[in-house]
T-cell receptor, first 111, second 114 residues
């Protein structure tokens, strides 16, 4: 079963706008990771945030983590058409060593 | 490119048959995990191998089995295929079995069961 939910399920924005995706999960975690997937192919690791971190940046990506609310958000700034993809959050539960994925957000960036 | 390769890219089988999928890990990685991704869903963990031993398994029946070889390449075997086994199968490799380590995914094998 899936670990959590992502919101929204689909998002369509204009190039240059910011995109925000949210992820909620159910159990205590070691870390949370965000992945990108183009057209049903392999997953590309974007960023990892540990349970004792609250915010992390990588280029145009900003991730926040609120362990009290069991939620995370991914912000992509100044979006580009090439950012069109599905984005998944995945958690590593405390004591586990595998990833539990959410249901994904399908992002479409319109040129 | 993650350095993880999978073969074949696509595969069509019929119900009841058996299938073997292959994964070549990134150089130096000793842990491989396999995931099943049904259409429109997130990937689900099947199992993990660390230094040729299975050390974690998700909620999948025993007809899903695997192997990891001394060179750390890996196989996923599925017996008695069912229609619901149609999915994208992803392998991921990393150094060490720590869940905090970044996993590197291959491009996947799309299996269709008719």
């Amino acid at each position: 079963s899936q670990q959590g939910e992502e919101d929204p399920q689909a998002l369509s924005i204009q190039e240059g706008e910011n995109a925000t995706m949210n992820c909620s999960y159910k159990t205590s975690i070691n870390n949370l990771q965000w992945y990108r997937q183009n057209s049903g192919r392999g997953l590309v690791h974007l960023i990892l945030i540990r349970s004792n971190e609250r915010e992390k940046h990588s280029g145009r990506l900003r991730v926040t983590l609120d362990t009290s609310k069991k939620s995370s958000s991914l912000l992509i700034t100044a979006s580009r058409a090439a950012d069109t993809a599905s984005y998944f959050c995945a958690t590593v539960q405390t004591g586990a060593n595998n990833l539990f994925f959410g249901t994904g957000t399908r992002l479409t960036v319109i040129p | 490119e993650t350095g993880v390769t999978q073969s074949p890219t696509h595969l069509i089988k019929t119900r009841g048959q058996q299938v073997t999928l292959r994964c070549s890990s990134q150089s130096g990685h000793n842990t491989v995990s396999w995931y099943q991704q049904a259409l429109g869903q997130g990937p689900q963990f099947i199992f993990q191998y660390y230094r040729e031993e299975e050390n974690g398994r998700g909620n999948f029946p025993p007809r899903f089995s695997g192997l990891q070889f001394p060179n750390y390449s890996s196989e996923l075997n599925v017996n008695a295929l069912e229609l619901d086994d149609s999915a994208l199968y992803l392998c991921a490799s990393r150094w060490g079995q720590n869940g905090a380590d970044t996993q590197y995914f291959g491009p996947g094998t799309r299996l269709t069961v008719l």
